[in-house]
């Protein structure tokens, strides 16, 4: 099963490589910026959020671990953690988004990545991170100025914070930290070598080439929506059905459609009364990059808890 996942992984990984550079080349003579943060906002609610709309099946899983048969405990659980990280983000909005960013850099680094690598240890842990750390970085290296209006627009009024990111913009420690990032995407390319390994190859020149041609919120959109979610709902469906992709995909796009369309629909309603006090794009930003974090960190615990418990 393995070797299939990493042969459908490759497979994707090229194709996405491939219309990232079609979609760049096209782009240069359209201005990226026209795009509006609405369609970036369905295809987050649409594509994005969908890998994490059977968390509801993992945390009966883990219920079952731990011998609780009320699965309205995982409910009100996960529910209670995505407040609270709202609510953490108006009150602390600096410290908030430092920590999302850095488990969201080891997020998005293991889960793209894990499926290549066998063996579970510390420095691969710390090599996940700083693969993943690109996705957070490019955006800052080819983009400083609108990545920054993005994190003013994020309730950030932090001088400290900004001087901070002054600081690592003008002693090249920018330059430093994508360079740490390269180092570990060609460690964990080389370790063990195989040909589908090239994924890693892949993926770290789609995410430059994106993050060069794109805004910042367009690089990520298309990175989240059709890297990173894809990727990740490949391995679900292959744990729906492991001898049948395709039953595997129809089983999850039934199972992942409720949540899906609540997740969407709540988002909406809140954009609409958002609305009234910000104007319609930064609403949007807020609720994309807030809303992503309130979901994240029940998410990551819970793929944490489950893997760690079921060892």
Same mark, same amino acid.
């Given at each position: 099963?393995?070797?299939?996942?990493?042969?459908?992984?490759?497979?994707?990984?090229?194709?996405?490589?491939?219309?990232?550079?079609?979609?760049?080349?096209?782009?240069?003579?359209?201005?990226?910026?026209?795009?509006?943060?609405?369609?970036?906002?369905?295809?987050?609610?649409?594509?994005?959020?969908?890998?994490?709309?059977?968390?509801?099946?993992?945390?009966?899983?883990?219920?079952?671990?731990?011998?609780?048969?009320?699965?309205?405990?995982?409910?009100?659980?996960?529910?209670?953690?995505?407040?609270?990280?709202?609510?953490?983000?108006?009150?602390?909005?600096?410290?908030?988004?430092?920590?999302?960013?850095?488990?969201?850099?080891?997020?998005?680094?293991?889960?793209?990545?894990?499926?290549?690598?066998?063996?579970?240890?510390?420095?691969?842990?710390?090599?996940?991170?700083?693969?993943?750390?690109?996705?957070?970085?490019?955006?800052?290296?080819?983009?400083?100025?609108?990545?920054?209006?993005?994190?003013?627009?994020?309730?950030?009024?932090?001088?400290?914070?900004?001087?901070?990111?002054?600081?690592?913009?003008?002693?090249?420690?920018?330059?430093?930290?994508?360079?740490?990032?390269? $180092?570990?995407?060609?460690?964990?390319?080389?370790?063990?070598?195989?040909?589908?390994?090239?994924?890693?190859? $892949?993926?770290?020149?789609?995410?430059?080439?994106?993050?060069?041609?794109?805004?910042?919120?367009?690089?990520?959109?298309?990175?989240?929506?059709?890297?990173?979610?894809?990727?990740?709902?490949?391995?679900?469906?292959?744990? $729906?059905?492991?001898?049948?992709?395709?039953?595997?995909?129809?089983?999850?796009?039934?199972?992942?459609?409720?949540?899906?369309? $609540?997740?969407?629909?709540?988002?909406?309603?809140?954009?609409?009364?958002?609305?009234?006090?910000?104007?319609?794009?930064?609403?949007?930003?807020?609720?994309?990059?807030?809303?992503?974090?309130?979901?994240?960190?029940?998410?990551?615990?819970?793929?944490?808890?489950?893997?760690?418990?079921?060892?």
């Amino acid at each position: 099963m393995n070797n299939r996942i990493k042969k459908i992984n490759f497979n994707h990984s090229f194709i996405f490589f491939l219309l990232c550079n079609i979609f760049s080349i096209l782009f240069i003579k359209i201005d990226s910026s026209l795009i509006s943060p609405l369609i970036c906002l369905l295809l987050i609610l649409i594509v994005g959020v969908s890998h994490g709309s059977l968390d509801h099946l993992k945390g009966k899983k883990l219920l079952k671990i731990f011998k609780f048969n009320n699965i309205s405990i995982f409910y009100l659980t996960y529910l209670l953690l995505a407040i609270s990280i709202t609510i953490f983000w108006i009150l602390l909005p600096a410290t908030t988004l430092i920590l999302f960013l850095i488990i969201a850099s080891y997020h998005f680094g293991k889960e793209d990545t894990q499926f290549l690598i066998q063996e579970n240890s510390y420095f691969n842990q710390f090599l996940f991170f700083t693969k993943g750390v690109l996705v957070i970085l490019a955006p800052l290296y080819f983009h400083f100025n609108e990545t920054i209006a993005i994190f003013k627009l994020l309730l950030i009024d932090n001088e400290i914070f900004y001087s901070s990111l002054n600081i690592i913009e003008n002693s090249k420690l920018l330059y430093l930290g994508i360079f740490v990032s390269t $180092l570990s995407s060609v460690f964990l390319l080389i370790k063990n070598f195989e040909l589908k390994k090239l994924t890693i190859f $892949l993926d770290y020149f789609s995410i430059l080439i994106i993050n060069y041609y794109f805004t910042p919120l367009i690089a990520f959109t298309i990175y989240f929506c059709f890297l990173h979610s894809i990727r990740h709902s490949i391995s679900l469906m292959f744990e $729906l059905d492991q001898k049948n992709l395709q039953n595997g995909l129809v089983i999850f796009f039934k199972k992942a459609l409720p949540l899906t369309i $609540l997740t969407a629909t709540f988002c909406l309603i809140s954009l609409y009364f958002m609305n009234k006090i910000y104007d319609f794009d930064s609403s949007i930003l807020k609720l994309i990059f807030i809303g992503l974090a309130s979901l994240t960190f029940p998410h990551i615990l819970l793929e944490y808890l489950i893997e760690k418990n079921e060892k």
